[in-house]
């Protein structure tokens, strides 16, 4: 494939084989799928903003949010495609492409916040890494967002067999796909954006995803039993197309690096605090039943979902399968 990256006017050819072409004005797209208010929303723009201060405004970062530019069944390839510069999709969006990210699926794989860091800053985050090279895609860093929750409309979700028949969306990952067959339920794929509208004309009965993603698209209105069950974790990989990527000069690709190495910092704290603060106003609203899971219920679930680990070992690697067993004890 071939990339043309967008450059300003300032800038007479697409591409200017001397370096200082590069170093006049560029412009990388960043498309993401969520809102602006929820923590890759406003880490975007955050990223954005220190690029053009750190490149005295030469490097403009310019963000398409909400599934603007591209939705997130799209996203990779334009990416590969260089339609796109960059990306953060959620771990997720990257299993069909690369059946090795499915371990971060697996349920009640990361258990609490130091079992993803320790995930993510170790091995596992150098493994999946390096599968990314082979196509072509440059791994930049992993952003956060938080423990993923189920909703629906049609009863509490407390025991296994309450999730019994119901349609529930999902991301485009098999191991999610499988973790709700295993309880009983009916999955569907469904790129992001539809979403709000499958719950709203009952095309299914529910989803699991983040409280920044249930509040900011409003999946609260329509769906008024929540339980908070922490029962994956759902972060994004920070993505750039890698011709792109090597193309830069040097001081260009340590601009960006120290944007986002600022933004992760930030990123640490404030995906929390916007989760935690979202989730006061979803229960200030008196709109949702919400249930949280005890220990007990954890492991009546995990009972149902525990053959998940042994189905996928094959596919996900034994490396991979005993390091995130390790790091759940
Ligand atoms: C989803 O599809 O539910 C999420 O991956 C959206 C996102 O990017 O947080």
Redesign the pocket.
């Known amino acids: 494939y071939w990339l043309v990256p967008s450059f300003s006017s300032t800038s007479s050819l697409p591409y200017d084989d001397e370096q200082e072409g590069l170093e006049d004005q560029l412009t990388i797209r960043f498309s ?3 809102a602006e208010h929820t923590p ?1 929303g406003l880490a975007a723009q955050k990223f954005a903003s220190l690029v053009a201060e750190k490149s005295n405004g030469k490097i403009k970062v310019e963000i398409y949010a909400n599934a603007t530019l591209f939705t ?1 069944e799209e996203e990779v390839n334009a990416l590969k495609q260089g339609k796109v510069e960059m990306i953060a ?2 771990y ?2 990257l299993t069909s492409l690369i059946p090795e990210w499915q371990v971060l699926d697996l349920p009640f794989a990361l258990p609490n916040d130091q079992a993803v860091e320790e995930a993510l800053q170790g091995q596992i985050g150098q493994i999946l890494f390096s599968k990314l090279q082979s196509f072509h895609i440059k791994g930049l860093t992993f952003w956060e ?1 938080g423990f993923k929750q189920v909703t629906n409309s049609v009863r509490p979700l407390i025991h296994p067999t309450d999730f019994h028949g119901l349609r529930f969306r999902t ?1 485009p990952s098999e191991v999610i796909q499988e973790q709700f067959r295993l309880l009983g339920a009916i999955p569907k794929v469904t790129p ?1 954006h539809d ?1 709000f509208r499958e719950l709203y004309y009952k095309q299914v009965d529910g989803q699991e ?2 409280i920044s ?1 249930i509040y900011s698209k409003k999946f609260y209105e329509v769906q008024p039993y929540m339980t908070i069950s922490n029962h994956g974790y ?1 972060g ?1 990989v920070v993505l750039m197309n890698e011709t792109f990527w090597e193309r830069l000069t040097p001081s260009q690709q340590q601009i960006i690096v120290e944007a986002l190495d600022e933004t992760t910092t930030w990123m640490k704290t404030h995906a929390k605090i916007i989760n935690e603060k979202q989730l006061h106003e979803i229960v200030q609203t008196k709109r949702v039943n919400i249930h949280e899971l005890t220990d007990e219920q954890k492991r009546e679930w995990l009972s149902h979902l525990y053959p998940l680990y042994e189905r996928v070992r094959h596919q996900v690697g034994e490396q991979l399968i005993n390091e995130v067993l390790r790091i759940q004890q």
Do not use: G, I, Q, W
């Open positions: 993401h799928v969520v890759k997130d999709p959620a997720s969006k967002n991301m992001f979403t995803n983040t993603n759902l994004y």
